[in-house]
Structures are given as C-alpha cells and as structure tokens.
C-alpha cells in the first residue's frame, strides 16, 4: 500500500533518460499510487512531462502487476514542459511514454483500476500508457475513469496516443467512463493513432466509443460488447474457443466477481474458467 503518498515516476523527465529493465510484479498489488504533476514539479520542473507508475519506458518490459484505486492528477501549466501537437504531456496509471526505441518496450498483464484527471491543452492519456512510439501493450484491463479538460487532449482506455509501431492486443477497457470535453477525440482502446502503423487486435470493450478515437489501424480487431465479463469474451482473449461450455485455453483470463480478472486477480472461485480435459 502506497498510502496516497506522491510517487515520482521512474525515469521521468523528457524522455531523455529512459527505463531499460524489467519489472516483474509477479502477480503482487500495488495500491494508492498517488501521482500529481504540480507536486512533482516542484522537486524538478521537467518531470512534469511524462507521467505514469514508470515516466519514460526504453527496451524494458512492466509486467504482471495489479493497480488498485491509481488517484493520478495532472496539468499542462505544471513545470517546465513541452505541449503541443507534436509533443504532448504524457499520462497513463502504468508509464507514461513508450519511448522512441527499436524494438520498443513491452507492457504486460498489468491491471489497473482508479482514476486520472487531466487538465490543459495537448496531452494523451490513456488507462494503462498515456503516449507512445514503438512498443507493445498486451492482456492488460483499464478500470480507470478519466476526465480530460482542454484542446488537443487525447483519450484513450488504453492508450492516449499512439506514433511510429505500436501494438494493442488481448486488452479490455470495462471502466466507469472516458469523458474529454476538449477538441480532442476520445476511443476506448487508443484516443488518436497520429502517425506510424498502430495494430490492434483482439480487445474489447463495454463503452459506447469507437474503438480508436482517431485515425485508423493497420488491422483492426476491438470489439464492442454489453458485457465485458463474459466466459466467451475471456475465451476469446486467451486465444481459445469455447466447447461444450468450457474454454481450451483456461489462463491468464477469466469470469471474475466484478470484472473480468486476469491471472486469477479478481476472479470469484465458482467462476474461474477451466481446460476441459479430454
């Protein structure tokens, strides 16, 4: 429990320095994560830009780590930072900007709920990662709320923005709402592809968005349903097919209590999806 304390994101600043490592949650939960820009900018004006349980990730991967209850604030007039079309503010529960690296860092079964306000004109903000260039974000579920205020702010449940090669697949947006009162546009898997090849595949979604916000994939696979928790939908994300009531392919999602769990985080014991065995 991080006990609402501030957290100063790993590798925050501009983008300069970069996370190259990997961490490995191993399935434990991080709770209270409490990041507010104007607080942080007060430490150093620059680590203002980029904002997430991790600022800037490299080559390195954030893995198998649940956020509970993630109280993110943020605003454009916080620091010393660069906002407009071509370098937003970066905002997400998990990292912040997935850096400009080859072949770019990996975020992995990391479940977040909570929520994020963001204030101010150019920013992308996303449930799990706020902004990216190259990189992959796969099994991971946004619970998170977010209500954005200003011009160019982009919105994503996933991700805010997306540039040069990034990968979406095997996510779930099922939070309470994604509100954006700005110019910006607004999807429940990716707010707006700006540039690049963007590929989605395979994520769902209850909210009444498109999947991407702006701009189009280069293959494009979100799926909106009426309910997110769902055997089939869970199924579907592990890459099996239902037979005879049961899923070929039991991990890492599941039927949970509230909302789909993932790696058995969530899940209610008479609901957990199993091999069928044959």
């Not at 090669?165 to 110019?183: A, D, Q």
């Amino acid at each position: 429990d991080m006990g609402h304390k501030l957290w100063t994101p790993m590798a925050a600043g501009k983008g300069d320095v970069a996370f190259e490592g990997i961490i490995d949650g191993d399935g434990h939960v991080i709770s209270n994560l409490y990041i507010n820009s104007e607080e942080i900018a007060q430490i150093k004006p620059v680590y203002a830009q980029n904002l997430g349980f991790v600022g800037v990730l490299g080559n390195g991967s954030v893995k198998n780590i649940v956020f509970e209850n993630v109280d993110i604030v943020t605003s454009t007039s916080a620091g010393t930072i660069l906002s407009n079309t071509a370098n937003q503010i970066s905002v997400g529960a998990v990292v912040g900007w997935l850096a400009d690296k080859n072949p770019g860092g990996v975020v992995s079964a990391c479940y977040v709920s909570g929520s994020i306000s963001a204030t101010g004109n150019g920013q992308g903000i996303g449930g799990i990662v706020g902004n990216g260039k190259n990189g992959t974000i796969e099994h991971c579920l946004s619970a998170v709320t977010i209500q954005a205020e200003g011009n160019d702010a982009f919105v994503g449940g996933i991700i805010g923005i997306t540039k040069a090669t990034l990968s979406v697949k095997s996510c779930v947006y099922n939070g309470e709402g994604l509100t954006n009162t700005g110019n910006g546009a607004t999807g429940a898997v990716v707010g707006n592809h700006l540039n690049g090849k963007l590929t989605t595949s395979n994520n769902y979604y209850d909210e009444d968005l498109k999947g991407v916000g702006k701009g189009s994939e280069t293959k494009n696979t979100n799926h909106k349903v009426e309910l997110v928790n769902a055997d089939d939908i869970a199924c579907a994300l592990n890459g099996g097919e239902m037979l005879d009531g049961y899923c070929t392919v039991a991990s890492p999602w599941s039927v949970g209590k509230d909302n789909l769990a993932l790696n058995g985080y969530g899940a209610e014991t008479i609901s957990i999806l199993t091999v069928k065995e044959t």
